[in-house]
């Protein structure tokens, strides 16, 4: 059983920052195995991609919307994931979600992520 749990969302003005992470767990699961990636999905929208990494941390993907904006980065030792938001906008309000992927391959499809946390709620007031 795999497990990915986001932490350090809240409410935040806009032009603020935020530190997003999620920690990887499981008996089996290989954290160096899988490419991560962000997600976020606003009421009433179709969950969208933000971010995602490879395995290593050498290639990184990102939405037109949050390029320059937000760093995605990993630790593997730490089995741990984070997305580093500055310049907040309201627009980025919305519960923001890792996944993971089996492989090599950076992808921004909701379909290639196996593995899906809970949530973190974000909330830029404006």
């Known amino acids: 059983q795999v497990q990915l749990v986001e932490s350090g969302g809240g409410l935040v003005q806009a032009g603020g920052s935020l530190r997003l992470s999620c920690a990887a767990s499981g008996r089996t699961f290989t954290f160096s195995s899988y490419a991560m990636g962000w997600f976020r999905q606003a009421p009433g929208q179709e969950r969208e991609f933000v971010a995602a990494i490879n395995w290593s941390g050498g290639s990184t993907l990102y939405a037109d919307s949050v390029q320059g904006r937000f760093t995605i980065s990993r630790d593997n030792a730490k089995n741990t994931v984070y997305l580093q938001m500055n310049s907040l906008k309201p627009e980025d309000t919305a519960v923001y979600y890792c996944?993971?992927?089996?492989?090599?391959?950076?992808?921004?499809?909701?379909?290639?992520?196996?593995?899906w946390g809970q949530g973190t709620q974000v909330t830029v007031s404006s």
């Open positions: 996944a993971a992927d089996f492989g090599l391959r950076v992808g921004a499809g909701s379909h290639e992520y196996e593995y």
